[in-house]
């Protein structure tokens, strides 16, 4: 059998593959890769290919909307180009082809189009070789490679689903927008800023409907209270105790005996995935996963893009050697015993530091920003090894009447040593059995209110966490690709710098809520077909719902109020859009206003 050609999505992902299966470096046409006598191993670095539509290019006054037929072309982008071209020619030199990109459906959809493209057979979908590792370690690698499987159809079929849904749905209500615009409105510079998306249109939407600001001028009652009790109390030599106020028409309690109890606190919690990391660490969620993608590259962290909180057994019980080896548990009694149990989501395990990363840790290796994660991580182990808080409580049984009263006397942590939180300890010296006074403390009777002062300038702006968080409650994107949404809206000009809407995204959020997409329902509800496709039988059905969804909702488009859509300036005068160059010679919209003479910003 002659080589194979081993495609990975990154260029360092790529340089650990070839590590592990002894390559060399080589190079052709600039292109990177590796190489011996089996293998080729060579980088895709992202989509080579993407869905558009045919007719699409034609210009905006000669384009009937909506358009259906799809295909797959490669990039714009020469260098793109090139390397798929690159690729191709050293896949025929090869036997066969070896998908080793992300462990996501995008990867899956990467790895599939190039293998599709090298065999001259783009129209048909097809289940190439694949290897899947955790983590980039030599061992992980070449366990993968030992290991060989088929591409998995469902991850593939639904990659290809949302690539589908964007070029249709975000295509085709782009190109109407935009008629809207240009046409209708004669706004000719519109085209850098139009941009509708399935996802990005109820982000943008939910971000419009969060951040207000507005003068608050009345102040208002915020709380009462009426005030007044009786408090019952039993008299001890140690001082006074709480006593239930059903005590009150008795003058002694009866100490009958002490009770002493154990009980056990679970304390163990589940493994971080991409989506707790993202909303724990302090930075930006954009930020935080491109170090994680990095410190996966290094090899320090298994794969950050992952839903799942639990791991097998196996992976666990390294993880708990690798920690008790490096003196990195909390406790001799931490162990991966006690760790909730149940089944990875699509077989990927949580993030994870992998053995060289604890090392680089405990060696003082890693920047401050990685140490900052790697901390978060073991805590997080620490936290789901740990075994159950033992408590001993000592409960006073009073009686009075026919009533008991089980009062806790003291409290004691059995195991301090393995607490992962805090719990309070209360020590009081036994009293002897028999009767005590019962004291009763009448208070007197009056009413407060507090009251919040007027004349207060109230505000709200999102932060990204907030974002993220909306859209995990609402179902929508994925762990691998929430954080992108708010730097495409960004790129639209419809959000500035500090997510607060622009003049082009609050007309663009009423459009998008007068079709219906901003409440983010159709868009839950196609994520859900999305992740119930599994297999490529099922995109038949699924397309022929999305053209049945695309129809409704450009024909909405066009039956909008296009007076709605105008822009004025801060003036109230009619103004325009027009597009200027800034000093790095990239194009921004402004707003030029005839009867004021003067440009201002969007």
């Known amino acids: 059998m002659g080589r194979i050609l081993v495609v990975s999505e990154k260029e360092q992902a790529g340089e650990k593959i070839a590590e592990a299966l002894g390559c060399t470096e080589s190079r052709i046409n600039n292109l990177t890769y590796w190489e011996n006598e089996d293998f080729i191993v060579v980088p895709a670095r992202g989509h080579l290919l993407k869905v558009w539509l045919r007719g699409l290019n034609k210009r905006i006054d000669q384009i009937k909307l909506p358009i ?331 009686e009075a009447g026919n009533m008991q009263y089980h009062y806790t006397w003291s409290v004691r942590v059995l195991n301090p040593e393995d607490a992962i939180d805090s719990y309070s300890e209360e020590y009081r010296e036994q009293i002897p059995l028999g009767k005590y006074p019962i004291i009763k403390i009448e208070t007197e009777n009056y009413k407060s209110r507090t009251i919040f002062g007027g004349s207060k300038f109230k505000h709200n702006k999102l932060n990204p966490k907030d974002i993220i968080d909306w859209m995990v409650i609402n179902e929508l994107g994925t762990d691998a690709t929430r954080h992108e949404y708010i730097n495409e809206l960004k790129k639209c000009q419809y959000i500035d710098s500090e997510l607060i809407p622009t003049t082009i995204g609050l007309k663009i959020a009423k459009v998008i809520d007068y079709i219906k997409l901003g409440d983010a329902e159709l868009t839950r509800q196609m994520e859900r077909y999305i992740r119930n496709i599994d297999n490529l039988d099922r995109l038949n059905w699924f397309i022929d719902w999305l053209k049945d969804i695309t129809t409704e909702l450009v024909q909405a488009i066009e039956g909008y109020d296009t007076e709605e859509l105008k822009f004025t300036c801060p003036h109230g005068h009619e103004a325009i859009l027009n597009a200027r160059k800034d000093r790095t010679g990239q194009k921004n919209l402004w707003l030029y206003c005839p009867t004021c003479d003067k440009n201002y910003p969007i």
Request: some cysteine; overall charge negative; glycine content about 4%.
């Open 68 to 398: 259906f037929e799809y295909y797959w072309k490669v990039v714009e982008n020469k260098e793109d180009q090139a390397r798929l071209e690159a690729i191709k020619q050293l896949y025929e030199e090869c036997d066969d082809l070896i998908v080793a990109t992300d462990w996501d459906r995008e990867g899956e959809v990467i790895g599939e189009r190039i293998y599709s493209y090298c065999i001259d057979m783009l129209n048909d979908y097809h289940l190439p070789n694949r290897v899947y590792f955790a983590s980039l370690t030599k061992r992980d690698i070449q366990n993968a490679f030992d290991n060989i499987k088929r591409m998995d159809e469902a991850l593939l079929a639904q990659g290809i689903a949302r690539n589908i849904a964007d070029a249709i749905i975000g295509l085709n209500l782009t190109k109407a927008i935009t008629k809207v615009f240009k046409i209708d409105l004669d706004y000719r510079d519109i085209q850098i800023a139009i941009s509708m998306g399935r996802v990005r249109n109820p982000v943008l939407s939910y971000i419009v409907d969060s951040t207000y600001t507005e003068l608050d001028l009345k102040p208002h009652i915020g709380f009462e209270w009426t005030h007044g009790a009786t408090n019952v109390y039993i008299q001890t030599p140690i001082g006074c105790i709480n006593a239930p106020k059903e005590f009150k028409d008795y003058d002694y309690a009866e100490l009958k005996e002490y009770l002493t109890k154990t009980e056990e606190i679970e304390q163990a919690e589940e493994l971080p995935n991409t989506y707790k990391v993202q909303s724990e660490l302090p930075f930006d969620p954009d930020y935080t996963l491109n170090l994680l993608e990095q410190m996966y590259l290094k090899q320090l962290i298994t794969y950050p893009r992952t839903e799942s909180t639990h791991a097998p057994d196996h992976v666990l019980q390294e993880l708990e050697s690798n920690l008790r080896l490096l003196g990195l548990l909390q406790s001799d009694n931490f162990s991966y015993r006690y760790c909730p149990h149940g089944t990875p989501e699509g077989d990927k395990l949580p993030i994870l530091p992998t053995y060289i990363g604890l090392e680089h840790y405990i060696n003082n290796k890693l920047s401050i920003a990685e140490k900052i994660v790697m901390n978060y991580l073991i805590t997080k182990v620490n936290r789901a090894f740990a075994p159950p808080i033992k408590i001993e409580k000592v409960v006073a049984v009073f």
